[in-house]
Each structure stands twice: as C-alpha cells, then as structure tokens.
C-alpha cells in the first residue's frame, strides 16, 4: 500500500513517460477516427452511413471533437495539466462527442459507441482506484441519454435499450479490465524508476571514487581517444588538454608510443605491462604507465594506470641514505684510518730515491686509489650528517653568474666556455643557497669531466664549441622555473638511463658514483627534481625542476620537506 500510495503521489506532481505516450496515442486515435468517419459521411453521399439522422449536428460534432483532439495534442506536448484532471478531462470530451455522434447516426443502431473502447481503456490505464470506474459510468451515462434522446426524437426504438445496455457493460468490464493492468504497470514504472535512480546514483558514486583516487588512471578506446580520466591522470597529462574526448597522441605523444608499442606486442600475458616512463607535463615528475585490456574485444579498450616513480624514488631512497647513515656512523673512522695510513705510506715510499718508473706508477696508483675511498667516505658523511634545508628567494640569473665565476676559477675552466644563458631577468627559486651550490657543482663538474674532452678532441679550441652550458628558463606549460646543465659528452647509454641515480653507480675509472646520487637527494629535499634527458646531437642535459613558486608559503617550512 505504501508503494502505491507514494506511486499516486508521483503521478499527481508529474506524469510518467509511460503515461504521456498513452495520452499521445489517445490523442492520435481521436485525429484519425475523426477523418475516417467525415470521409465515410462524405463518401456515401446522398443516404451517408454516418450521421444520416443529423447530418449538419454530425459535421458540426466532428469539426468541435477534431478541434478538442488538437487542443490535448498540444497539451500533451506541453505535459500539462496534471493527471486527475487530465484523465477527467478527456473522458468527458471522448463520451460527449461519441454520444452525439451517435446520437446524430440513429442512436446504438450505428454502433459507433464502439469507439468509446480504446479512449475509456487508455484513460483507465492512467486513472488510480475507483477512477476507472468513474471514467466507465461517464461513458454509459452518456450511451443512455443519447438513447434517451434518440428516442425521443424518432430515431430509434425502445428496442435499442438493450443493445446501450449491452454497450455500457461492455466499456465496464474494458474499464475493470484495465485497472489491474494500470496497476501493475505502475508498479513496473516505479521500480524501472527507482532502479535508474539506483543506476545513476552509482555511476555517479563510481565516478566520484575514480575522480578522487590517489592512484593516476584513464581509459582510452580502440581508436586512441581518451574515454575516461580523473583529475590525477589529468594533472599529470596536463589539465587544459587531457578530457575526455581527446587524442591521447595530442595529449602526450610518448605515451601514445608506449601504448602502440605494447599493444602490437606479438606474445602478451594478461596484466603484462609496458615498464618504460615519461615525463609527466610539468616537467619535474617522472611517470610509469601500465596497460591493461578492458574486455575480451579485439581491439579492446585499455585501462592505463600512471605511477609516480618520484614517491617510490623518496622512499627507497629514505632507505637506503637510513642504510647509510647507520654504516657511515659505525665504520666511518676504521675505514679512514686506514686508508689514510696506506695513502702517507705510498707518499713516503714515492719518495724514496731507489725506486723506478714501474714502481713509481704503483705508489701513484696507491695514493689515487686511497685518495678515492676517502672522497667516498667524505660524501657518505656528508649524507648521514645532512641538515634540513634552509630555503631562501634566490635570484638566479645573478647566483648563477657568480657560481660561473666561481667554479671557473676553482676549475681552470676557460669562462669563454661556460656559456650561461637566461630566459628572462625575473626568474627566482626558494631553495637552499648551499645545497644548491652544491647540487649544481655536481652537474657542472660531471658535465666539465666528460665534455671537455669531447671539445678538445673536436680541435675547437678555448674559443670554440662551449664545455658547459648552463640555461635558465621556465617550462612552457605550466611555467616552472628550471635550471638546465648541458655537455657535447659521450652522453649515457640507454641501459644506464634508470641507474645514473644509484649511488655508488658509475662507469667512469675515477668517479665515486655518489656525485649524481646527492645532487638529487639535495633537490628532493627541497622541493625540487632532478631529471636526466639525452641531449639531441650527442651529450647530456640533467634538468633540475624548482619547487612551484605560488606554493612556496604554504610549504617551505624549515626543517620539511617541499612537495
């Protein structure tokens, strides 16, 4: 009872799809019965099938029923009035206009009272409770007096009275026939309804979660477009051109490139993943994606998980400087002492006057040798005893300018080959000055290492191709200030690419692998990233991404680190 009650008073606010397409059928069935029956009056002229008792009535009813028929039609367009009012309303107009048009054809003997079947069955299909009933007694009251009427005039006999008889039980049981169906019908609606509310809520509830998961994901369709992305995916693509909607290859092309590649792999498990990256639009995140196939269709749409390997770099990293913050602490002294041991005696023994060109060469390769283990543990004390960082606003075409100085004076480096160029005047970063110092000394003096030699080896000459090349700049989507250090060295191997950040990595005879391995530390700590691209040409570009300046209020705290 409760469901049909709470039914009742929905339809009384508004009508129901279902209920509207009866409403317009009904007001169809009008317009087309009104034709055929002035078509057969016209037709069977002069003695007419139709209307022959009262032909000018007849017309005149047709013309005012067609007209009413118009009126509901237009009506129904616009969904008004409201149900009770709409059901009464067309039962009194369906009754009085067929009672007088049979009235006008002779009475019942015309049989046109059948018409009165499918308007009082589709009102009854609309009507709640009783009101089927009423809408039935409105059809036989109006049979009778028509009767009545057609008697009294001579049309008909007193015979005809069992054949109104007849014709009113007929539209009651038409009538009751269709209340169980109308209510079944709405109780259909009703849970059809609740389950599309049910349906909506949850797409709704599915997209709420998507949008607000931590984890990056989109789906694209077989033809590359995006279909799907929440706002993590979005800001790492970039928010302006990652919709739904879009071509994921003008969206971020190397990510198409992954897709292809994986997708038009010749053996493929279900759940394999394409383990390459990317950089993430800002430019200061590197991303990993993973595909999966959505469906068993070929080509089937794929859902691309993006991971931020910057996270799981922090904290592998955390790991492994707590590793050796604690080995630095236990062992730092025993290693030096000794080493510094070897190293005196290697000196003295390369004193001694009796010795050779071979076993000079071996006390030098001694003290070298000892001279690297000490700057190994000097970086790794360096990283166990790391203070938090102490930004500052640093204005950095002129910081860079006296590190310029500084560094080639400290190196030897002919200044005409370490070019510094700057965008634009106003670049500024927050950051500590001394671990910057230091992070960039790192870059520049790997970058001194492996380029100079390439130069020389050009015969460029000290006025030649440049060494170094230090640019200031800002990335052109999302306006970050970036500091790039660049060389025309051998550059990296492919396979080294993910592994330059390890420390302790190295390929050189003479480095200690930590060079890299802090510079980054040192930027993550505050805020910033340091990436790795191989330079077009030949050579290598390390680019270290500052810190969003319209977040500095909000994170450079001391002592926190800067997301």
């Known amino acids: 009872m409760d469901s049909q009650a709470e039914a009742v008073a929905g339809g009384e606010s508004a009508q129901t799809d279902l209920a509207w397409r009866i409403v317009g059928l009904t007001n169809l069935y009008r317009l087309l019965a009104v034709v055929v029956m002035l078509s057969v009056h016209l037709l069977t002229q002069p003695v007419p099938v139709f209307g022959n008792s009262a032909p000018r009535l007849f017309r005149g009813v047709l013309a005012v029923y067609f007209a009413l028929a118009a009126l509901l039609a237009l009506a129904g367009r616009r969904h008004w009035p409201g149900r009770r009012t709409l059901v009464l309303t ?19 003997g015309s049989n046109l009272g059948i018409l009165l079947v499918i308007p009082v069955g589709s009102m009854a299909l609309l009507a709640v409770g009783r009101e089927a009933l009423t809408i039935a007694a409105i059809a ?29 039980a007929i539209v009651f049981l ?33 997209q ?104 799981l770099a922090t904290r592998v990293q955390q790991s492994k400087l707590a590793a050796l913050g604690r080995l630095t602490a236990s062992i730092a002294h025993e290693i030096r002492n ?8 290697a000196q003295l023994l390369g004193e001694s006057s009796g010795l050779g060109p071979a076993e000079l060469r071996m006390t030098e390769i001694m003290r070298s040798n000892a001279q690297r283990v000490s700057a190994i543990v000097d970086n790794v004390l360096r990283l166990s005893r790391r203070e938090a960082p102490r930004p500052e606003r640093i204005a950095l075409p002129e910081w860079c300018a006296r590190f310029r100085a500084e560094f080639c004076a400290t190196t030897q480096c002919d200044a005409a080959r370490f ?19 230091q992070i960039l000394w790192n870059l520049c003096e790997n970058a001194y290492r492996h380029g100079r030699g390439q130069a020389d080896g050009a015969g460029a000459g000290a ?36 592994r330059i950040f390890e420390p302790f990595f190295t390929r050189g005879a003479h480095g200690t692998g930590l060079g890299l391995f802090l510079a980054r ?43």
């Not at 993590?232 to 292809?260: C, I, K």
């Not at 800002?474 to 660049?486: A, F, H, I, K, Q």
């Not at 340091?530 to 810190?547: D, H, I, P, Q």
Request: glycine content about 8%; hydrophobic content about 45%.
């Open 90 to 108: 067309h039962a009194l107009i369906d009754a009085g206009a067929i009672a007088l048009l049979m009235y006008a054809s002779g009475g019942v």
């Open 463 to 498: 006025g030649g191709e440049p060494v170094v090349e230090l640019l200031l700049a800002r990335l052109p989507r999302y306006g970050r200030v970036c500091l790039e250090v660049s060389d025309r060295g051998p550059g990296v191997q492919a396979h080294d690419v993910e």
């Open 140 to 168: 036989a009251l109006a049979i009778l007096a028509q009767q009545i009427a057609s008697q009294l005039q001579g049309y008909s006999g007193t015979s005809d009275y069992l054949h109104a008889g007849v014709m009113g």
């Open 338 to 345: 000794p080493v510094g041991a070897m190293s005196h005696a």
């Open 208 to 311: 709420y979660i998507v949008q607000r998961l931590r984890e990056s994901i989109l789906v694209v369709d077989p033809s590359d477009r995006i279909r799907l992305i929440n706002e993590s995916a979005a800001e790492m693509l970039g928010d302006a051109a990652a919709v739904p909607g879009a071509l994921l290859g003008e969206v971020s092309p190397r990510l198409l490139y992954l897709l292809t590649t994986w997708r038009s792999a010749a053996e493929r498990a279900p759940g394999d993943t394409a383990p390459d990256t990317f950089t993430a639009a800002d430019g200061a995140r590197v991303v990993e994606a993973h595909f999966a196939p959505l469906g068993a269709a070929e080509p089937a749409p794929v859902l691309i998980f993006l991971e931020d390997t910057s996270a």
């Open 521 to 563: 530390e040192l930027a993550e700590i505050n805020g910033a990233t340091l990436l790795y691209e191989a330079r077009k040409g030949g050579g290598s570009t390390f680019r270290l991404v500052f810190a969003d300046s319209s977040r500095w209020a909000s994170v450079m705290l001391p002592g926190a680190p800067v997301l």
């Open 419 to 437: 070019h510094l160029q700057a965008a634009a005047t106003d670049l500024e970063a927050s950051i500590d000055p001394s671990q910057l110092h």
């Open 174 to 206: 038409v009538a009751a026939s269709a209340w169980p169906v109308a209510n079944r019908l709405r109780e259909s609606e009703a849970q059809v309804r609740r389950q599309e509310i049910d349906l909506a809520n949850m797409a709704q509830l599915s």
